[in-house]
């Protein structure tokens, strides 16, 4: 099961599971990540004997390898997304971190923020009444 899971999580970059799960695929996973660091044949059949899968294992050695160089550790995130309503499991995210589309920093390295308004809007019979006391 964790083989599976994390050959979807490696080809998926996301993947949508229960918190104990997350929290064994992590350490499952971690150290397969940690290992694909470094491209040798070694590594590569070893990273193969806990995945056995082809694909997830490329992805691997020449996707997230190439993005997690740098990073010492820490390498997945788990986000809780609350309970499931058939049997109230505790449900979450699992992500790399690296991959995230949706806190893609801009340029200058700041988070791009949504702009708030600063007043609520009148409502129609408001701005009925201030057109009718000018």
Not at 16 to 28: E, I, P, S, W
């Amino acid at each position: 099961m964790l083989s599976n899971m994390a050959s979807s999580l490696i080809l998926h970059k996301r993947i949508t599971t229960t918190l104990a799960k997350a929290k064994a695929l992590r350490v499952y996973v971690e150290p397969l990540i940690n290992r694909s660091k470094e491209d040798s044949t070694h590594s590569r059949r070893v990273v193969m004997s806990y995945l056995q899968n082809k694909e997830s294992v490329t992805e691997l050695f020449r996707e997230v390898s190439v993005k997690v160089a740098d990073r010492p550790g820490g390498f997945t995130r788990i986000l809780k997304t609350g309970h499931r309503l058939g049997d109230n499991a505790e449900m979450c995210f699992i992500e790399l971190v690296d991959f995230n589309t949706i806190r893609v920093k801009d340029s200058k390295g700041a988070v791009a923020a949504k702009p708030t308004r600063r007043r609520r809007k009148k409502s129609d019979t408001e701005a009925k009444v201030e057109t009718t006391q000018e």
